[in-house]
């Protein structure tokens, strides 16, 4: 018994040396770690990707999203499974006022900020069913309504309302089955 209890001491020891040598090993020589040397968070920021290209390029400011709601350049001529939102600033990829979005799943979430938006249309058509769509709006005195949009339509909001209201700004789309 004498004898494994040293063997166990040793072993201990042996374990702790190694770990004050690796633990040595992973600071730098300054004795702090750098930004660089600590691993990536595992928290998922969801974040829109390419964000800062698409806001210089098309001038359409995507901010966050479940991944399921997705900007895409609209086609010409206009067809069925895209969200059509227009504007009457000069946004998109042609500069026409006119910014498309397809949902990929059942469920999609985007919040995003597109100012001067008169008209949000659904991604259905005649002939299919498209997705039920909520929009959030904001006017530039702070009004904020929720919109539900017609999801094989179009539907006016803001100027284009009747009678019309105040320009909005475009924060949010909401998608679901």
Known sequence: M?????????AAAVAAIA?????IAAVPASGTASAADEQPSAVESYSYPGADAILAS??????????????????????????IVRSTDRIGSAGTGKV?????GTVGHLVLKIPNVYAI???????SA????????TTDTGAHTTVDVNPNGDTQVGI??????DAT?????????
Do not use: M, N, W
């Open 2 to 10: 004498h004898r494994s209890y040293r063997t166990f001491l040793g």
């Open 19 to 23: 770990a004050t040598v690796v633990s």
């Open 58 to 83: 098309d001038h359409v400011q995507l901010i966050s999203g479940d991944g399921h709601i997705l900007y895409k350049p609209c086609p010409v001529p206009e067809t069925a499974g895209l969200i």
């Open 100 to 104: 498309c979005f397809e949902v990929t």
């Open 121 to 127: 249309r659904g991604d259905g058509s005649s002939g």
């Open 130 to 137: 498209g997705h039920k769509l909520t929009a959030q709006l």
């Open 160 to 165: 284009a309302t009747t009678p019309p209201g």
């Open 169 to 177: 700004t475009l924060l949010q789309l909401d998608a679901s089955r």
